[in-house]
């Protein structure tokens, strides 16, 4: 059976670069970025993208609190994920903390372990529904 393609996030906007941390750079401390970044490497700390997208490739490894616009973990993330409008977790991803996001998706193969904030805007500020913490797993 045959690897599907990874698939890619839309920036931003169009023609908005991405900054891209690669497979050998480890970094810790506090980051924050005026445009998407894709992380390959290692990195401790926390994370502020707060209209841009963040990407856990595959190679990735975050141990952060992290808060974006959107979020896909294709590798490993241990810590909070905040995000304005969606948290994708990729088959190949792993992920052991809360998520709190307008939408979250959770591929079959994933792993998760946490608890779901689905934050919902009324206008008068965002209210929530919680899920009980959960651990998604597949044999597949």
Same mark, same amino acid.
């Given at each position: 059976?045959?690897?599907?393609?990874?698939?890619?996030?839309?920036?931003?906007?169009?023609?908005?670069?991405?900054?891209?941390?690669?497979?050998?750079?480890?970094?810790?401390?506090?980051?924050?970025?005026?445009?998407?970044?894709? %992380? #390959?490497?290692?990195?401790? @700390?926390?994370?502020?993208? =707060?209209?841009?997208?963040? /990407? &856990?490739?595959? $190679?990735?490894?975050?141990?952060?609190?992290?808060?974006?616009?959107?979020?896909?973990?294709?590798?490993?993330?241990?810590?909070?994920?905040?995000?304005?409008?969606? %948290? #994708?977790?990729?088959?190949? @991803?792993?992920?052991?903390? =809360?998520?709190?996001?307008? /939408? &979250?998706?959770? $591929?079959?193969?994933?792993?998760?372990?946490?608890?779901?904030?689905?934050?919902?805007?009324?206008?008068?500020?965002?209210?929530?529904?919680?899920?009980?913490?959960?651990?998604?797993?597949?044999?597949?």
């Amino acid at each position: 059976m045959s690897e599907p393609t990874p698939k890619l996030t839309t920036p931003s906007q169009p023609g908005h670069q991405r900054t891209f941390l690669g497979r050998s750079v480890v970094a810790q401390g506090q980051l924050s970025s005026g445009e998407d970044l894709l %992380i #390959e490497g290692q990195f401790d @700390g926390t994370i502020n993208l =707060d209209d841009h997208c963040l /990407t &856990v490739g595959t $190679e990735g490894r975050v141990k952060a609190e992290v808060r974006a616009r959107q979020v896909v973990i294709q590798g490993s993330v241990t810590g909070n994920v905040v995000a304005r409008e969606k %948290i #994708e977790i990729r088959r190949t @991803g792993h992920v052991v903390g =809360d998520l709190v996001a307008a /939408t &979250v998706a959770i $591929e079959e193969g994933a792993y998760f372990k946490g608890s779901i904030d689905i934050a919902r805007d009324n206008g008068a500020g965002a209210a929530s529904e919680v899920a009980a913490p959960s651990t998604v797993r597949s044999n597949a």
